[in-house]
Each structure stands twice: as C-alpha cells, then as structure tokens.
C-alpha cells in the first residue's frame, strides 16, 4: 500500500512540476504586462516551423520570423545561404497585437535551443481585426521580445509587402502603408536594420499568384534581397 501511495505522490507532483515548467514558457513577458492585449484568432491559425536538415555547428544560425511571405520566400533564402548560416523558419499566423505571439516565439526558442546571430522578421499579413493603434502599442514588445531571447542578434525588419485591391483578408494597402509607417517610426534611432521589401515588391506587381503572396520568380527576387541583408549583418557590413 505504501509503495502505490508513493507512487500516486510522486506521479501528482511529477504532473505539477510539468504545468509549471509549460507555464512558464507561455507566461506574459514582463513588457507586456499592463498593455491590454486581447487574442482575436482568424478562422484558420497556423505555425509552420522549419529547421536545417543537417545544421552545421561551425556556422552562424539564422531566424526567419513571419507569416506565409517569409515561409514563401524562406527556401530560396537557405539555398543561397547554404554554407554560409544554418537558416531556421518559425512562420505564424500570429500577429503583432495578439498576446500569444510573445509565448510562440520563447517555445520556439526554448525548443531549438540555439543561439541566432541574425534575426529577420515581420509579420504583418495577419491581424486586420486590431486597430492601428493597438498595433502602435504591440509593436514594440515583439522586438523587445526578440531581445530578451537573443540579446547578442542582429535584427533586421522587413516592411510588409503590398497586396492587390482584391485581397480578402482584411489587408488593404493604405493600411500596410500606415504600419509600416508606425513600425518604421518605432525602429527609427534603434540599431535594427531595415529590409524594404515593400519597396521592392511594388515594382514586380505582375509577379502575383493571389491576391497577398508572390509566385516563384517573385519569391526569389524577395530571397535576394532578403539572403543580401542577412551576408551585410553577418560580416557587420552596414546597409
């Protein structure tokens, strides 16, 4: 009898220690406590992670941190920077806004466990249901974020891509211009580099596949981009 109570001790407060050990992955990080964060899901939600088949311990690791435009780009971006970095996705329908995004992004970190030298991220396709403002008051948790998971990174943000007038989801392209401007005063003075990939995409509008997302010819001009601004942050080249 002993032997069984025993056991059902230990198995409770093997099962306690677990809930606390998850609690304290997706626990609120400190600087977003007091904002007053409210989760509005989209119908389909989604995490689509990806690491190096094979990663090389001799090279620099790599973040790519978005939404379906990075992970569309993100295969071309590890080809061209194969046998320079080990190049990792963690692409989200999370938004900036949403109080789970934080907690996403520390289980990816807690999970891989490596350190990154550059992070590149964006993530700005998805939560149309939060206001302007609202995303003025978010943005700045998810570089202060990425700070507290990586401190010695180099990060680089990239504006969000512009979309055709029949998109669906919300996004419209004054929009996107009102937060890439919100995010770009917020970056402004700050050591994170800029990746105009907005810029570049309103020259190529003949290289849709949909209304949001680019097709393959699209997706490598985007990758070059990307894959260059990445090699300049890696040699400490200023861009």
């Known amino acids: 009898m002993k032997s069984k109570k025993a056991g059902r001790i230990a198995a409770t407060w093997y099962a306690m220690a677990v809930v606390l050990a998850l609690g304290s992955l997706i626990a609120v990080p400190p600087h977003l406590e007091g904002l007053a964060q409210v989760s509005i899901p989209e119908e389909i939600e989604w995490t689509w992670e990806v ?33 320079k970095a080990n190049v990792f996705l963690l692409a989200t329908s999370t938004s ?5 995004l934080g907690p996403q992004i520390m289980q990816f970190s807690s999970m891989e466990a490596v350190h990154f030298s550059v992070v ?7 939560g149309w249901a939060y206001t302007e403002p609202q995303y003025r008051a978010a943005f700045p948790g998810l570089f202060q974020t990425l700070r507290s998971m990586w401190p010695r990174a180099k990060l680089i943000w990239a504006t969000t891509t512009p979309v055709r007038p029949d998109a669906k989801t919300g996004a419209t392209n004054p929009r996107i211009d009102e937060r890439n401007a919100i995010a770009l005063s917020l970056i402004h003075g700050s050591d994170i ?20 997302h680019f097709n393959e010819e699209g997706a490598e001009i985007q990758a070059s981009q990307v894959a260059a601004g990445i090699q300049a942050a890696l040699s400490g080249t200023p861009r």
């Open 96 to 100: 900036v806004g949403d109080p789970r």
């Open 193 to 212: 580099a800029i990746d105009d990939e907005h810029a570049l995409m309103l020259k190529h509008a003949d290289l849709y596949q949909d209304a949001v």
């Open 51 to 83: 690491r190096p088949a094979a990663s090389d311990p001799g090279l620099p690791n790599v973040l790519l941190l978005g939404d379906s435009i990075t992970r569309n780009y993100y295969p071309a971006v590890a080809r061209r920077l194969a046998g």
């Open 120 to 126: 590149h991220f964006n993530n700005g396709m998805h």
